[in-house]
Structures are given as structure tokens and as C-alpha cells.
């Protein structure tokens, strides 16, 4: 039998270049406006800022050689190699793992989404008191030595994807590093001033719901994207995507109205978020009553997790822990649980269908992203401490880093 030679499908190709325009306008505006309407009007220019200036870094890097050490090939199970470097070697001709009907450059860019969107995310973790200059080194660094190796382990034929985790649009890649690494964050740099005594709700609603929206619909490039083509697998995941949103939002309104008396617009904003991010590793792999299942335990857990930070001592600013880091072990562990081969012939069994090693497999790929992720940022964080120094000074944090960090305001 003769080989199939892989060929460019002009569908598929027009569907992932979309999906990839989709994805970055959930990180600018989309991540940019959501982060920028929940933190103080003093600080809302500089909080967009890290969305949009990370964006530009990441995107240089990654063709430079971030795409190389993610996706090139296989070092030992950890690391690609640096062959694919400036791009070499990765042009317009298919290739046969990482999308056999799309031009490598399709795919190549398409990932660097997903590379640019992880570091912003943590960014919502330490808003409001992290100096500009240590962002952008803390960005850089967090991105070559934490976000490449893990998204080479799952993704890039490393060695958690050939014991046969499952991440299909990013749950551990991107939810679980960016969440364990926001709770190593706001650990490391403390609370921000007047933290629990001074109010600091956020300071423009319509923004966040504006921003949910768009969050929203470039989540459906994110994950129905990943089937890498105009396929059924990518209307699976669409489905998916949305019945979790819509499960969550609503399971967080319902427990936020038990638990508070009053339903609150953040509150389904946040539900939503919460749900999107849960179903995104299994979102090719579920059906839309496991998808459902997936957003009612969002909703509830997510909740549960920003109404105890405080137990714990930590200042999570933008709820990049409840929310990403809560939500991505869970999505995770109930890929484990709920995949189908029914639904997704090329995916796998979870334990109710039959396949307790699966939830195992599952289990450990939690348990090593999230201590490299928690072990690197610290390491991180300690390195940029030394060279520049992490936090504004009080009396900039006072003035707010629109003032202090860019000489702009955000409101006359």
C-alpha cells in the first residue's frame, strides 16, 4: 500500500488561518479589555499593556527559535531541537503530524497563539504592582524555559504524549502552567497595598462583559481550531466549547445567588470563562452532556476556589488561579474521566468507558506541569528579582502604574 501523501485541503486551511485571527483577538482585545475593566482606573492602560506587548515578544520568538524548541524535533522526550530556528525548513508544505492538510506555516502560526496567550494570562495574578521592565523579562524567560518544554511534552512528541496524555486545546499547555504560575506569582510578590481593607472592585463592568464576549468567540478558534481542519472534530469541540460556557456561567450565577443573595454580572462573566477554560483539553474528545457535566463542576468549583483564596494567604488579583489553574486540573482529570473513542475515534477511553489507565496517564501529566511550571516561575522570579527588581515602589503603586510605568492616563 502506497503511503498518503500528505496535500494541502483549501478548507481546512482557511479554517485554521481563521481560527488563529479568532485566538488573537482573544488576547488583544479580547484578554486586554476583560484584565483591563476588572483592575482600578489608575492601572487600567498599564494592565492592557502586558496583553498587548507580551503579544508582540512572544510572536518574535517564537519564529525566531520558540516555535523550534516546542514543535522541532524530538530531544530525549524534553525539547525540540533548534533544526526549525528562524523558521528553516518550516514553510508552505504540510506536515504530517502537525497537520497533514495545511501548509507547516499555518499550523507554526497558529500555535504562537497559544504561546502568547499562556504568559498573558498570568499576567492578571500580580496586576496592579509588577514593574513594566520585569515583565517583559519575566515574559520572555517564562516562555522559552516553562511554556516551550511543556508544549513539546503534550504536543510536540514529547514524553507525556507518547504515554498517551491528552490535551487537546490546551488545558494543561496553557491552563494549568499559567494558573500554578500565577499562584507562585502573587506569592512571591505579595499583596498589593490596602489589599482586604481598601476597596479595589473592578473599575468598568460594561468593559469586562464587552471583553467576555469576545473572549468568547475567539475561544471557538482556540479550541475548534485544534482539529486543524474544516472536520467534524472541529464542530465537536465548538459544541463542547460553548455548552460548557453556557453550563458554567449559569451553575456560577446559581451558587453566587444561593451563597451572596445576588447574581452578579462578574459572577457570569466569570462562570463562563471558568467553563471555557475547563472543556479545553477535552473539548475534541467529549460529547455536549459531558460537556455540560464539565461546566456544572466549573462553575461550582472555580467559585469555591476565589471565595477561599483568602484562607490562604494569597492576593490573586484577577482570579487567574480559581479560574485557569482550578479549571485546567479539573478539565484535565475529566478528560480522563469522559473521553470517547465514540466521539473522537483518534482520542481515548476515559474511565467510564472502560479505561482506568487513562485517568492515571491524565493524573500525571497534572502532577508534572504543574510542579515544572511552579518550580520554574520561582526560579524565574528570583533571577528577575536580582537583575531588575519585581515590584513598583509604594509610592508608584499609590499612583497607579498608568503614571508611573507609562506617563499615560487611561481617563481625563
Request: net charge neutral.
Amino acid at each position: 500500500m502506497n503511503p498518503v501523501i500528505p496535500q494541502i485541503d483549501p478548507a481546512d486551511t482557511a479554517w485554521v488561518l481563521i481560527a488563529t485571527a479568532l485566538v488573537l483577538a482573544m488576547i488583544v482585545p479580547g484578554l486586554a479589555l476583560f484584565y483591563g475593566g476588572l483592575v482600578r482606573s489608575k492601572n487600567v492602560l498599564g494592565t492592557i499593556m502586558h496583553s498587548f506587548v507580551i503579544l508582540c515578544l512572544v510572536s518574535l520568538l517564537w519564529i525566531l527559535f520558540g516555535y523550534s524548541l516546542a514543535f522541532g524535533p524530538d530531544k530525549w522526550g524534553l525539547i525540540g531541537g533548534l533544526e526549525w530556528a528562524g523558521l528553516r525548513d518550516v514553510g508552505l508544505s504540510p506536515h504530517p503530524t502537525y497537520g497533514p492538510t495545511i501548509p507547516h506555516q499555518a499550523f507554526m502560526i497558529f500555535q504562537m497563539m497559544f504561546a502568547a496567550i499562556t504568559p498573558a494570562l498570568i499576567t492578571g495574578a500580580f496586576a496592579e504592582r509588577m514593574k513594566f521592565s520585569a515583565l517583559l523579562l519575566f515574559s520572555v524567560l517564562w516562555s522559552v524555559v516553562i511554556y516551550c518544554p511543556i508544549a513539546h511534552w503534550l504536543w510536540g512528541g514529547g514524553w507525556l504524549g507518547k504515554l498517551g496524555a491528552l490535551d487537546f486545546a490546551g488545558g494543561a499547555v496553557v491552563h494549568i502552567s499559567s494558573g500554578i504560575s500565577a499562584l507562585v506569582c502573587a506569592y512571591v510578590l505579595g499583596k498589593r497595598q490596602g489589599y482586604g481593607t481598601e476597596y479595589m472592585a473592578p473599575h468598568s463592568m460594561p468593559m469586562v462583559l464587552l471583553a467576555t464576549g469576545l473572549v468568547w468567540v475567539g475561544w471557538f478558534g482556540f479550541n475548534a481550531g485544534s482539529a486543524l481542519g474544516a472536520n467534524a472534530i472541529a464542530v465537536t469541540a465548538f459544541l463542547s466549547t460553548h455548552t460548557a460556557a453556557v453550563t458554567a456561567a449559569l451553575a456560577w450565577m446559581a451558587v453566587e445567588w444561593v451563597h451572596r443573595g445576588t447574581p452578579t454580572v462578574l459572577g457570569i462573566a466569570s462562570g463562563a470563562v471558568a467553563g471555557l477554560a475547563t472543556v479545553t483539553p477535552g473539548a475534541g474528545y467529549v460529547g455536549p452532556f459531558s460537556a455540560m457535566l464539565i461546566g456544572l463542576a466549573a462553575g461550582g468549583l472555580s467559585y469555591a476556589a476565589i471565595m477561599n483564596k483568602g484562607k490562604f494567604g494569597y492576593d490573586d488579583s484577577l482570579d487567574v488561579v480559581g479560574i485557569h489553574g482550578v479549571g485546567g486540573v479539573f478539565g484535565v482529570l475529566a478528560t480522563g474521566l469522559l473521553a470517547s473513542k465514540a466521539v473522537n475515534p483518534g482520542g481515548a477511553d476515559g474511565l467510564l468507558y472502560g479505561n482506568p489507565g487513562f485517568l492515571g496517564v491524565q493524573a500525571l501529566a497534572v502532577l508534572a506541569v504543574a510542579l515544572f511550571a511552579g518550580i520554574g516561575t520561582y526560579l524565574i522570579l528570583k533571577l528577575v528579582d536580582r537583575l531588575v527588581g519585581l515590584r513598583v515602589s509604594p509610592e508608584e503603586e499609590r499612583m497607579g502604574l498608568d503614571l508611573s510605568q507609562h506617563n499615560e492616563r487611561a481617563y481625563s
